[in-house]
């Protein structure tokens, strides 16, 4: 079966604009995470969706970072007035009901020049 | 603030011998355990996770959690170069709260 999807697969933007990325989890997974991984480093959890609600945000980094989910599947993680810092592959991943495994998708390389 | 150690390598290890990666966790009452594989420029990939103290096996992979020393291993044996990649070793500190905490990974060479 279709694994997570993300688009786009790189977005190149300029300081201070707003950016979209686009997560599509696996068919029937209930929950729904994104992560951001700079280079060298792990991925580093930014909110958790459990159907519709966001169920932790608490590695957010600040307010200009916003996700939704408002059907329980696709999400949109949103960036306003984006910083050279936000340059990173930001990641989802998607896991089954009552399950902890988490399958990751390709991610979105955003460069924020 | 609570972390996941890995060293970072190059571990390096000729073809058919068996890898070991290593990862030190700082709560006690940490829940579940990961290990990913990491190609370079692609996602993470599971490859085993691991609840209960003790050995647990996949093909050629071995996991080994010992929450007492609060560390947890991953073993590849007859490593194949294919193999060669980065490893991470992921941590879920709370079950209800499902967010994983990473560290930056092991990256692994095997010489052919």
């Known amino acids: 079966g279709a694994g997570v999807s993300q688009t786009p697969s790189n977005k190149v933007t300029e300081k201070g604009k707003y950016v979209e990325l686009r997560c599509d989890p696996i068919?029937?997974?209930?929950?729904l995470y994104w992560y951001r991984q700079s280079l060298g480093q792990g991925p580093e959890f930014l909110i958790y969706?459990?159907?519709?609600?966001?169920?932790?945000d608490s590695g957010l980094p600040n307010d200009r970072f916003f996700a939704v989910r408002p059907e329980g599947s696709v999400s949109t993680l949103k960036i306003q007035r984006t910083e050279r810092g936000d340059s990173a592959v930001y990641l989802c991943?998607?896991?089954?009901?009552?399950?902890?495994?988490?399958?990751f998708g390709p991610g979105t390389r955003l460069l924020v020049l | 603030q609570k972390e996941v150690e890995q060293n970072s390598g190059p571990l390096s290890v000729p073809e058919g011998a068996i890898a070991s990666l290593n990862c030190t966790y700082s709560?006690?009452?940490?829940?579940?355990f990961f290990w990913y594989r990491q190609y370079s420029g692609k996602s993470p990939e599971l490859i085993m996770f691991i609840y209960s103290n003790g050995d647990k096996e996949d093909g050629r992979f071995t996991a080994q959690l010992n929450k007492a020393s609060q560390y947890v291993s991953l073993l590849i044996r007859d490593s194949q170069p294919s193999d060669s990649a980065t490893y991470l070793c992921?941590?879920?500190?709370?079950?209800?709260?499902?967010?994983?905490?990473f560290g930056s990974g092991t990256r692994l060479q095997v010489q052919p």
């Open positions: 991943a998607s896991s089954s009901p009552g399950l902890q495994t988490q399958y």
């Open positions: 709560d006690r009452g940490s829940q579940s």
């Open positions: 969706f459990q159907g519709t609600g966001a169920a932790d």
């Open positions: 992921a941590v879920n500190w709370d079950t209800g709260r499902r967010a994983l905490t």
């Open positions: 068919s029937g997974h209930t929950a």
